[in-house]
């Protein structure tokens, strides 16, 4: 499944409405450690079919970033059923953002 851009116009219906679980990478374009984690997130977006994938630009989307407390970047949210679930903060590897999953 595609990454799916989100926005404060999508947000809601692609992640607090999802019948799925949905991994929430908040990124910016000059981030280095975003960088290497992106590929990692498309990854579990194409392996996981399961689990719905999103990236939030945080200078295009700041008040998401507010909203969600991301004080630094990267950060995974993965959000159950409308709720934030688990959260990690930094480039990690691929086990571990598998593993906030489960």
């Known amino acids: 499944m595609a990454?799916?851009?989100l926005t404060n116009?999508?947000?809601?219906?692609e992640v607090l409405h999802s019948?799925?679980?949905v991994l929430v990478d908040f990124w910016a374009s000059?981030?280095?450690?975003?960088?290497?984690?992106?590929?990692?997130?498309?990854?579990?977006?194409?392996?996981?079919?399961?689990?719905?994938?999103?990236?939030?630009n945080v200078d295009e989307?700041?008040?998401?970033?507010?909203?969600?407390?991301?004080?630094s970047i990267p950060t995974v949210i993965?959000?159950?059923?409308?709720?934030e679930y688990r959260k990690s903060v930094g480039a990690v590897p691929k086990a571990q953002l598998?593993?906030?999953l489960d």
């Open 61 to 71: 989307q700041p008040e998401l970033a507010r909203k969600y407390g991301v004080m």
């Open 30 to 56: 000059w981030c280095g450690p975003c960088r290497m984690l992106s590929p990692i997130v498309d990854e579990v977006a194409e392996e996981r079919s399961d689990v719905k994938v999103g990236k939030i």
């Open 9 to 13: 116009e999508n947000f809601e219906q």
């Open 98 to 100: 598998l593993d906030l």
């Open 78 to 83: 993965v959000f159950r059923d409308g709720d």
């Open 19 to 21: 019948d799925k679980p």
């Open 3 to 5: 990454v799916i851009e």
